[in-house]
């Protein structure tokens, strides 16, 4: 499967981004997705998931009641609504598919990976 994401940009902190990832290429339903986000000189962070169905999520704890993921199969598209921003969650995030929910929070648990996008909070 193929992944683009989009929607990343400058905000100042306490402000909200929404980024998109279109999938391409394979059954979008056969895969549970997820953001992670690495930052200049750290490692890759997972930051949500969420199932094949939409029914269950998982949050990185830095994220916990910040951010929501969400998907639309019939536009095989994932989200990321991510609100009150903070200087630290500057990163370049990527969207990811899984076929094991099991693993998903590692990155060598990711199947395919998309191109970044480029979220910058200003304090």
């Known amino acids: 499967v193929q992944l683009q994401a989009s929607g990343g940009g400058l905000v100042q902190a306490g402000g909200s981004l929404r980024l998109s990832c279109a999938a391409s290429?394979?059954?979008?339903?056969?895969?549970?997705m997820a953001w992670f986000r690495q930052a200049p000189g750290k490692e890759r962070e997972f930051v949500a998931a969420?199932?094949?169905?939409?029914?269950?999520?998982y949050y990185g704890d830095s994220v916990k009641g910040r951010f929501t993921i969400s998907r639309d199969n019939a536009k095989n598209t994932v989200y990321l609504q991510m609100n009150s921003l903070k200087p630290e969650d500057t990163a370049v995030y990527y969207c990811?598919?899984?076929?094991?929910?099991?693993?998903?929070?590692?990155?060598?648990?990711?199947?395919?990976w998309g191109k970044g996008t480029l979220v910058t909070v200003s304090s």
């Open positions: 969420i199932s094949w169905n939409g029914v269950t999520t």
């Open positions: 290429g394979r059954t979008f339903t056969n895969y549970n």
């Open positions: 990811a598919a899984s076929g094991s929910i099991a693993t998903i929070e590692r990155p060598g648990g990711i199947d395919h």
